[in-house]
């Protein structure tokens, strides 16, 4: 199958944008993920903790994704995740890309030399190019600060969300800026809604970025919403809170799963309105991962993260996109 060379950008955090970027790569011969540079938890936060620099967590994810498979042997290496002694917690690739930072000078030529090393199909790019923090302001006037204590938190729905930000702000990466504004598409990736798809769209100049672009920006919406941060919003909502970062009416696609999922996830699953007025095309399509995987029993009673998209049905309708516009 011939590759579209369209220019392709995505956004997001590490494991919604992998898991697009695994179907993507088949898909797509010229991609540029554009990665949140705000986690601050896990083995990525006690490194930035401890040696300064950046999180480099969700960039070790895309490049896994986008890893050539004679390299699997490398790329597995990189998923590994010690567990005992003193790196007990630590994942392997996040140590190798923060060594790499130290020896190479800076963390994009890092990224390069990881991204030869792993033959990847597709270039990683942290949203700025300095570290920040993520913030959240409650409807009540209380700040949430920092990715992971944002991601865990149980009282944004209860009590709403003002705004977010970052702190410090930071002006948006030019290597990114450029590939917005150069890109034929750009494909907002799923994750959590405050601490991965917007933390990637709150840097300086990202509004302007795109609305400087001529490219068609996709929305793969979440299969569900998370308990306690998104509890019954729909696709709008998420598309709402998008367009106030990048620009009213800049979503021009938004792809919804359309098939039940099991009793206790439907509940939770996240629909469109068919109203005829939106101004962006709703794409409904079966677009989740299969729940074989699991028992019966673990598939009702699994935590909402773990459904997942197929990577391979998105990337089929992104590149359905692809060749209509």
């Not at 994750?191 to 490219?215: H, T």
Request: charged residues 25%; contains cysteine; negative net charge.
């Amino acid at each position: 199958m011939k590759k579209n060379n369209l220019k392709l950008v995505t956004m997001g955090g590490g494991g919604g944008s992998g898991t697009v970027l695994r179907g993507l790569k088949k898909h797509f011969s010229n991609i540029t993920a554009i990665v949140s540079s705000a986690d601050n938890g896990g083995s990525a936060g006690r490194l930035r903790e401890e040696l300064g620099g950046f999180s480099v967590g969700d960039m070790r994810q895309c490049l896994i994704a986008l890893a050539a498979e004679e390299k699997k042997a490398l790329a597995d290496y990189m998923s590994y995740r010690f567990e005992v002694g003193s790196l007990k917690g630590h994942n392997a690739g996040n140590i190798l890309l923060a060594g790499l930072e130290k020896t190479t000078g800076s963390f994009e030529q890092a990224l390069v030399v990881l991204e030869e090393a792993l033959a990847c199909a597709g270039k990683t790019l942290p949203v700025t190019e300095k570290p920040t923090n993520l913030t959240i302001k409650l409807k009540d006037g209380e700040l949430i600060e920092g990715e992971s204590q944002i991601y865990e938190s149980q009282i944004l729905n209860e009590r709403g969300v003002d705004d977010i930000f970052l702190d410090p702000m930071v002006k948006i990466n030019p290597l990114a800026e450029t590939a917005i504004k150069q890109a034929d598409i750009i494909v907002i990736c799923p994750g959590n809604l405050y601490a991965s798809i917007l933390s990637c769209l709150l840097p300086q100049g990202i509004k302007e970025a795109f609305q400087q672009s001529k490219a068609k920006v996709i929305l793969a919406v979440n299969l569900v919403n998370q308990e306690a941060q998104t509890d019954n919003m729909q696709a709008d909502d998420y598309i709402n809170w998008i367009e106030r970062k990048i620009g009213s009416g800049r979503v021009d696609y938004a792809i919804v799963h359309k098939e039940a999922l099991p009793e206790k996830l439907e509940q939770s699953r996240i629909k469109a309105e068919l109203k005829e007025d939106k101004n962006y095309n709703l794409i409904w399509a079966d677009v989740a991962g299969e729940l074989a995987e699991y028992s019966v029993q673990d598939a009702l009673a699994a935590s909402r993260s773990q459904i997942k998209h197929d990577s391979e049905k998105l990337a089929q309708e992104v590149r359905k996109i692809a060749e209509i516009i």
